[in-house]
């Protein structure tokens, strides 16, 4: 069955920066293209940033954008979020998802899974 696992939250200074990891399972990871998502506190899922399947293509949210670099490996059938120049903000639940990824992302509305699946996330906190 579809399964993702994040990894590599915690707490860290405002400025500081951190790497989350992604690892898949029962997919066919390479056809699909990828996502980054979180949920702030008192907000509802919102995406972050995208990559296309072979990983030539990759869009981010304002907030993030020339802050934060998704990356991904096929071989490996993980994705990557390097987060550089954390600020209070960025505090959320991250979550990872197989998901439509275009110059449109992210899709106005809600946060879109394509398996309809959602792995239990890892937290980020930005302390001041």
């Known amino acids: 069955q579809v399964q993702v696992v994040e990894s590599g939250g915690g707490l860290v200074q405002a400025g500081g920066s951190l790497r989350l990891s992604c690892t898949a399972s029962?997919?066919?990871?390479?056809?699909?293209?990828m996502g980054w998502f979180r949920q702030r506190p008192g907000k509802e899922r919102e995406g972050v940033s995208c990559?296309?399947?072979?990983?030539?293509?990759?869009y981010y949210s304002n907030s993030v954008k020339d802050r934060f670099t998704i990356s991904r490996d096929n071989a490996k059938n993980t994705l990557y979020l390097q987060m550089n120049n954390l600020k209070l903000e960025d505090t959320a639940m991250y979550y990872c998802?197989?998901?439509?990824?275009?110059?449109?992302?992210?899709?106005?509305?809600?946060?879109?899974?394509?398996?309809?699946?959602w792995g239990q996330g890892t937290q980020v906190t930005v302390s001041s």
């Open positions: 998802a197989a998901t439509p990824c275009s110059g449109a992302f992210p899709n106005p509305g809600a946060a879109y899974s394509i398996f309809g699946y």
């Open positions: 029962g997919f066919a990871f390479d056809d699909y293209s």
């Open positions: 990559i296309t399947m072979s990983g030539g293509n990759t």
